[in-house]
């Protein structure tokens, strides 16, 4: 008996496991936050998700995981995600790989980017996929990536703020005013440089950046788009509305929802796209109030996370309204803004957490307010203050609606008895056909076929490809206007893959390092014209104090090769000083001074005479004035002297440092040796132009001093005695 309760109380159990599981799965909350295209400059192309068309972007497009741009040559385009804000250079390929409350991952085929990150929360990812690596975003800050056309190479720039970059089996952080360009997806072989100087494409983000102070005052910084406010408005205090920001620059006759088109976005539905540059954050965020006649938008409260909405709108009528129109009576679609304190009902399936952020994020409204809607879907008593103002109902007939075409230039107007008599509701009743997703623009630009097949790094796993609309359409048609809950699109079956990135995901065994050690670069590499501050082609260096070190290293490793002239005389060896010459490189001079003592081979003594003449070339190097005192040594080894002369003669055959010898000798006298050895005086002979010490000077010259005279017959005793010794 025991056991049977016991496995009743575990079957028990598990059936409410598996309700609570359905109940989740039926009822899954879409991501609170979108992507918003905002910004559009030449020719910008836009394919959604699961689908293969490529048709021309729209502004206040809001982006979707699966969705992907292609940013044409000497096109621009600035998508906002979250508090990110993403700007994309001419020639640039990106697909939103996954974006829901805590991931934004970007996909970066090709081309560049600008990314400023205002706020980042400690669970929150912010990741950038390119075929080399996967760029992860850990701080506030300034970003840009490169990857060239042919998905070779990728470039990092950190300008303010931290990052890490992810390879196969290696991962780095990198700081602030660091620049890395990797090759392959190993992290190996990479270069290092200073962080590259600001460019127009620069220049024209941080422009962008600074725009939005004022609104930033009244508005939540969650809400996307706020910052094109103040370009095209203004604020005021409306009582019993608070702060209420005013649009400039509209017809008379203009209300909210008009200017622009609904589109079909899983998971919310039908969703507004507006035409005005300022239109994302009135249409997905906050309430409409009629003030005086004119329409003022008040937004949510300034402290609270803003929860997107896909239209603050309720629709008028059911499937069957009807709407005149020139051509008779048709099948149309109405709507109105909501006002403030209104509640608004979502048309897909939300949790009752949800339900409640939605409204209390976008407006001020009391909480039995929203459970009493909340707890009774079919409500129909509810007053709502725009529906009676006039020129705030806006109908198209259906097939505008659902084609996606401009609502403007269709818009009819109803009268006060057909809108009194029809139903208030949440969904508006048309099932999407293609064109719904795809939307009305014309055939836009294709990325390069290479760019779209080329497989990236990444280091989260992004979810599954979306499920194309084709699958699901007969699907949507069941339930009209209304999405498809997480339950009913599992049992979608497409009949062909949908189309989906090449994505790696890397697991690094390591934890990321500080910064990438010293590498090579691989043999042919080319820089880029930017790397122009790597002291050294084929070095990588990784921090600024090595870097200013290392364009000395060439001539340490050449001044070895000084002291092999004449390695058989040791006074040779010991003038050039490798140590000396490592401290002072730019100065080649010291170096060839030995050269310059060589030419004299007949005479021992000579080659000791040039030794002062160099004292005044380095004054700073007193090391040099006690070589004589080491060469004194010299007489006692004349075998070693004759040994090296004749073959270092013929080397040499041009030297014209040897002109400064005669300067050189003239300070003989100081040295000792030469008082130890007075000679008589000799017959007066001229010096020649270009005296040399091998050479006897001409007859019939200018008289010579007694230095002069007594160096000869020294040189003349020496030579004798040496034919002597012969």
């Given at each position: 008996?025991h ?22 799965w039926?009822s ?7 992507a ?13 998700a699961?689908?293969?068309d ?8 809001p982006l ?12 621009r ?5 979250g ?22 991952q970007?996909q ?6 600008n990314?400023?990150v205002?706020?980042?929360?400690p669970q ?8 080399n690596?996967a760029?992860?975003?850990?701080r506030?800050?300034r970003y ?50 200073e962080?590259?100087?600001?460019d127009?494409?620069?220049r024209?983000?941080?422009?962008r950046?600074?725009r939005?102070t004022?609104a930033a ?26 702060n ?6 509209v017809?008379?006759d ?10 079909w ?6 969703t ?18 009629n003030?005086?006649g004119?329409?003022g ?7 609270a ?18 709407i005149?129109i ?16 209104d509640v608004y ?9 949800y ?10 409204i009391?909480?039995?307010?929203i459970?009493?809607?909340?707890n009774n ?10 529906q009676?103002?006039p020129g ?6 259906s097939t505008?609606?659902?084609q ?5 230039r269709?818009a009819?107007?109803l009268s ?5 008599k029809?139903?208030?509701t ?13 939307g ?8 390069p076929?290479?760019?779209?097949k ?13 499920v194309?609309?084709a699958a699901k359409?007969s699907?949507?048609a069941?339930?009209?206007g209304?999405?498809?809950?997480a339950?009913a699109?599992?049992?979608?079956k497409?009949a062909a ?5 090449s994505?790696?995901?890397v697991s690094?065994?390591?934890r ?8 090579a670069?691989?043999?042919?590499r080319?820089r880029?014209?930017e790397v ?7 070095v990588i260096?990784?921090?600024?104090a ?17 002291p ?6 040791p006074?040779?060896?010991k003038?050039?000083?490798?140590p ?6 730019q100065?080649?001079?010291v170096?060839e001074?030995?050269?310059a003592r060589?030419?004299?081979p007949?005479a021992p003594e ?8 160099e004292v005044?070339?380095?004054p700073?190097?007193?090391?040099v ?6 060469r004194?040594?010299?007489p ?8 090296p002369?004749p073959?270092?003669?013929?080397r040499r ?19 000792p040796e030469?008082?130890?050895a007075?000679q008589?005086p ?8 270009k005296?040399?010490a091998?050479q006897?000077a ?9 230095a002069?005279?007594?160096l000869e ?5 020496e030579?004798?005695e ?5």
């Amino acid at each position: 008996m025991h056991e049977q309760r016991s496995r009743a109380r575990i079957f028990a159990l598990l059936l409410g496991a598996a309700a609570l599981v359905l109940a989740g799965w039926a009822s899954a909350d879409p991501p609170s936050r979108v992507a918003r295209l905002g910004y559009l400059s030449g020719a910008v192309s836009f394919s959604p998700a699961g689908e293969n068309d490529w048709v021309q972007a729209t502004m206040n497009r809001p982006l979707i995981t699966g969705d992907s741009l292609w940013v044409d040559a000497g096109a621009r385009a600035e998508l906002q995600v979250g508090s990110a804000v993403v700007r994309m250079r001419g020639s640039t390929s990106l697909t939103l790989l996954n974006l829901d409350d805590r991931v934004a991952q970007l996909q970066l085929a090709q081309g560049t980017l600008n990314v400023r990150v205002r706020r980042l929360g400690p669970q929150e990812v912010f990741e950038v996929a390119t075929p080399n690596l996967a760029y992860s975003i850990r701080r506030p800050g300034r970003y840009r990536i490169e990857v060239d056309a042919a998905g070779d190479a990728t470039i990092v720039v950190v300008r303010e703020g931290q990052a890490e970059v992810f390879g196969e089996g290696a991962a780095y952080v990198v700081d602030a005013g660091r620049a890395y360009r990797f090759y392959g997806t190993g992290l190996r072989d990479y270069e290092t440089f200073e962080a590259l100087q600001d460019d127009e494409f620069d220049r024209w983000s941080s422009d962008r950046d600074r725009r939005g102070t004022v609104a930033a005052r009244y508005v939540s910084r969650d809400v996307i788009g706020y910052e094109d406010l103040d370009e095209y408005g203004s604020w005021r205090t409306a009582e019993g509305y608070g702060n209420v920001w005013m649009p400039n620059r509209v017809a008379a006759d203009w209300a909210p929802y008009r200017d622009g088109h609904w589109a079909w976005i899983d998971p919310w539905g039908w969703t507004w796209v507006d035409d005005a540059p300022w239109g994302f954050a009135v249409s997905h965020y906050g309430r409409w109030a009629n003030i005086g006649g004119t329409w003022g938008w008040i937004p949510g409260p300034v402290r609270a996370r803003a929860v997107y909405a896909p239209a603050l709108v309720a629709f008028v009528g059911g499937s069957n309204f009807q709407i005149s129109i020139s051509l008779g009576n048709a099948l149309g679609v109405a709507w109105f803004p909501l006002g403030p304190r209104d509640v608004y009902r979502p048309s897909y399936p939300v949790s009752r957490s949800y339900f409640n952020n939605v409204n209390t994020s976008n407006t001020t409204i009391r909480t039995t307010n929203i459970t009493n809607v909340y707890n009774n879907v079919n409500v129909t008593n509810i007053t709502y203050v725009n529906q009676q103002v006039p020129g705030a109902i806006v109908a198209v007939p259906s097939t505008t609606f659902v084609q996606s075409q401009p609502v403007g230039r269709s818009a009819v107007r109803l009268s006060r008895e057909a809108t009194a008599k029809a139903p208030v509701t949440a969904v508006a009743a048309v099932a999407p056909v293609q064109a719904s997703v795809r939307g009305a623009a014309a055939a836009g630009f294709k990325p390069p076929a290479e760019a779209l097949k080329r497989p990236v790094v990444a280091r989260a796993a992004p979810p599954p490809a979306p499920v194309p609309f084709a699958a699901k359409q007969s699907a949507l048609a069941a339930q009209p206007g209304r999405p498809l809950d997480a339950a009913a699109l599992a049992a979608v079956k497409p009949a062909a893959p949908a189309p989906a990135p090449s994505v790696k995901v890397v697991s690094p065994a390591e934890r990321p390092v500080a910064r990438p050690k010293p590498q090579a670069v691989a043999p042919g590499r080319r820089r880029a014209p930017e790397v122009q501050t790597a002291p050294q082609p084929s070095v990588i260096v990784p921090t600024p104090a090595q870097a200013q070190k290392a364009p000395l290293r060439p001539e340490v490793r050449e001044t070895p090769k000084a002291p092999a002239i004449a390695p058989q005389a040791p006074e040779a060896q010991k003038a050039p000083q490798p140590p000396e010459v490592q401290r002072r490189p730019q100065r080649p001079e010291v170096r060839e001074a030995p050269k310059a003592r060589e030419v004299v081979p007949q005479a021992p003594e000579a080659q000791r005479a040039p030794q002062p003449a160099e004292v005044p070339r380095r004054p700073q190097r007193p090391e040099v004035q006690e070589a004589p005192k080491a060469r004194e040594v010299v007489p006692k080894a004349p075998e070693a002297q004759r040994a090296p002369q004749p073959a270092e003669v013929p080397r040499r055959p041009q030297r014209p440092e040897v002109q400064e010898a005669p300067k050189a000798r003239e300070v003989v006298p100081k040295a000792p040796e030469a008082r130890r050895a007075p000679q008589p005086p000799v017959a007066p002979k001229a010096l020649p132009p270009k005296p040399d010490a091998a050479q006897p000077a001409q007859k019939g010259g200018a008289r010579k001093s007694d230095a002069q005279r007594r160096l000869e017959e020294k040189l003349k005793r020496e030579e004798d005695e040496r034919q002597r010794r012969q």
